[in-house]
């Protein structure tokens, strides 16, 4: 959050950018070979008018299968084909989360673990020994407030957070027509009516950020 205008402090994120941009091309384009495998007319630059000016992800090719009625739901995409164990599936091969915060910590960032109760087979003590470890690198914040938390979620991250000296932050996750049933700007748990994300969020963390 927050990158400086600086072009030169922002050398070292541009370039780790531009690695893991040319890392998910080659996924993708082993994906869309071995779809071609399964018997399945497609081609890359197929997937590449789907997504137009975005970066090519699976939810296009899940457009894509629709579009040539492979499937009938873009969802079906990621259970039958470019699911995770799925045929056509293709692991991303990803910096460490201590080498991100490393660099964005360079480039002047504010540094927030994005929606963590998302992770799978991660216990509480095994989590915050990784927020632990990030905190040392630089770590900023923890996405408290997420579309995908639970109640539960929000106490124990606000917690956490409190317990690590760390700032808050929330996303809604909003992707358009990827995510129908999230709303911009919307949590299952937020911090005032509705559940929208206050502004009361953007303003600690604003402040969090000039007294860094």
């Known amino acids: 959050l927050w ?7 922002i050398a070292p994120f541009e370039q780790a950018l531009k690695e893991e941009r040319e890392k998910r091309e080659q996924r ?3 994906m869309t070979e071995k779809l071609r495998e ?32 492979v499937i009938s739901q873009e969802k ?33 960032a504010v540094i927030a673990f994005a929606h963590p109760g998302q992770l799978k087979d991660c216990s ?3 989590f915050e020994k990784l927020v632990a470890r990030l905190k040392e690198c630089g770590l900023d914040a923890l996405e408290v407030y997420h579309s995908s938390h639970t109640a539960a979620n929000v106490r124990y991250l ?7 000296g760390l700032a808050v932050t929330g996303g809604s996750d909003f992707h358009g027509a990827h995510k129908p049933n999230i709303r911009l700007g919307h949590v299952l748990s937020g911090s005032i009516k509705e559940n929208r994300i206050g502004y009361d969020i953007y303003a600690r963390l604003n402040e969090y950020r000039l007294q860094r």
Do not use: M, W
């Open 158 to 164: 606000k917690e956490t957070a409190k317990k690590y």
């Open 76 to 108: 079906e995409a990621f259970y039958r084909y470019i699911g995770k164990d799925c045929p056509a599936y293709v692991e991303r091969r990803q910096i460490l989360p201590e080498q991100g915060v490393e660099i964005l910590k360079k480039s002047g």
């Open 28 to 30: 993708n384009l082993l």
């Open 124 to 126: 509480p003590e095994e």
């Open 38 to 69: 399964l018997g399945i007319d497609i081609k890359y630059e197929e997937v590449t008018r789907i997504a137009g000016n975005a970066v090519v992800g699976r939810p296009h090719f899940a457009q894509l299968l629709k579009e040539k009625r």
């Open 3 to 9: 990158l400086p205008a600086d072009k030169q402090k």
